[in-house]
């Protein structure tokens, strides 16, 4: 279910729509996107600039502050394994605080998958066995490239995660 609220004419207006579970199995191609500070911890409700860039960049904005740390892809959170443990960029006031993240976080430490918030580089994602986006919509979603340099994707972790998230979204007990 989302749930959009905007202010009009003192009031506000509510849109509800609810989308299907799917399960996804097609990859993303990432494409670096500089903006200083990142986008900060609300959702915007005008996404233009991310849709301005997806489209003059050819696939998923991965926005990156200027010192070239990783913060969140345009419409999910981001995810590294190494290892066998599972890294994100730290919640400082520069990504949005996914509710997805939060629960694929929870879950990997249900599973016993050791969990890391800490800064990651294009270079950590490069060097990753599996690299995935989280996110309300899609779920867990594999990343197949960076700036034209390929990516593992997803893995046994990955769709581990994905197979509890889904269960946990229709009401299943989560293993």
Not at 43 to 59: I, V
């Amino acid at each position: 279910m989302r749930i959009d609220v905007a202010p009009q004419d003192g009031r506000f207006e509510v849109e509800v729509s609810f989308r299907e579970i799917e399960q996804r199995t097609e990859q993303t191609a990432l494409h670096s996107l500089a903006v200083p500070g990142g986008l900060g911890g609300h959702k915007w409700r005008d996404r233009s600039l991310l849709d301005r860039a997806q489209a003059r960049l050819g696939g998923l904005p991965l926005v990156v502050d200027i010192d070239g740390s990783v913060l969140e892809a345009a419409r999910a959170n981001v995810f590294a394994v190494r290892d066998g443990a599972l890294f994100t960029p730290p919640l400082d006031g520069c990504i949005l605080p996914g509710v997805t993240r939060r629960r694929v976080l929870e879950i990997a430490v249900g599973a016993g998958v050791a969990t890391h918030e800490r800064v990651l580089r294009h270079d950590d994602l490069l060097a990753a066995e599996e690299v995935f986006l989280t996110g309300s919509v899609r779920g867990i979603e594999p990343a197949d490239s960076l700036d034209g340099d390929a990516l593992p994707g997803g893995g046994p972790v990955a769709e581990q995660l994905a197979a509890e998230l889904r269960r946990a979204w229709l009401g299943a007990p989560v293993a």
